[in-house]
């Protein structure tokens, strides 16, 4: 079936590093994306979001790529801080709700 | 603190009791969801709501569960006969009419033993 999938389900960054946490979607039908970064025992926070007719799209110290040709979608985060450490999940709209991804562990290296 | 609210943050149970979790979701908002969510794993949907309308249940909904939003405000969650397997964090999330952002809530942890 679709489902939204990462390709790294660890990623260890030096802190002030740039980060990049890929994602892997296989619905071509989705016309929306979003980032979610969840710290322990709390829920979802959003990130930023794109929309399928863009392919860019920048927030504080994040931004996030999507390239349709191969259903990829990426989020850098520039100077990495310890208060990224988290899980990081892209969703997918499917329908009227979102598809979610299994979460890439970011961990930052003092 | 106008985020979506949920009630309450820990569950423990014993196998083959009911549960009832509570949602509120940021007002004004009209589509709410509850997601499932397992260690390591991402949020899995559940069910959703558009006001009082109850608009779709997953497969995973099975007929121990139900979920409700009499008024089109807060919402409930509840499980009975509970299952070891029904350990997880449920997640509540609103976004408000036309949009597609969608704020979550800190969950309820819930643990049957």
């Known amino acids: 079936g679709e489902s939204v999938g990462l390709h790294l389900p660890t990623l260890s960054v030096q802190e002030g590093d740039n980060s990049i946490i890929n994602c892997a979607y296989s619905?071509?039908?989705?016309?929306?994306f979003i980032w979610y970064k969840q710290e322990s025992g709390k829920g979802p926070q959003f990130i930023i979001d794109i929309r399928s007719n863009m392919d860019k799209r920048q927030g504080q110290r994040v931004t996030v790529l999507l390239n349709k040709t191969v259903k990829h979608l990426s989020l850098q985060i520039a100077a990495t801080q310890p208060g990224d450490s988290a899980v990081y999940f892209c969703?997918?709209?499917?329908?009227?709700?979102?598809?979610f991804g299994p979460g890439t562990r970011l961990s930052v290296l003092p | 603190d106008t985020g979506v609210s949920q009630d309450p943050r820990h569950k423990i149970t014993k196998r083959g009791q009911n549960v009832t979790f509570r949602c509120d979701p940021i007002?004004?908002?009209?589509?709410l969801y509850w997601y499932r969510q397992t260690l390591g794993q991402g949020p899995e949907f559940l069910t959703y709501f558009q006001n009082e309308a109850q608009l779709e249940k997953s497969r995973l909904l099975s007929d121990r569960f139900s979920a409700e939003r009499p008024k089109g405000s807060f919402s409930t969650l509840e499980i009975q006969r509970t299952e070891q397997g029904d350990s997880a964090m449920y997640l509540c999330a609103s976004t408000e009419q036309g949009a597609l952002e969608a704020f979550f809530g800190q969950g309820t942890r819930l643990t049957v033993v």
């Open positions: 969703a997918e709209t499917y329908g009227q709700n979102f598809v």
């Open positions: 007002s004004e908002h009209n589509r």
């Open positions: 619905n071509s039908a989705s016309d929306y």
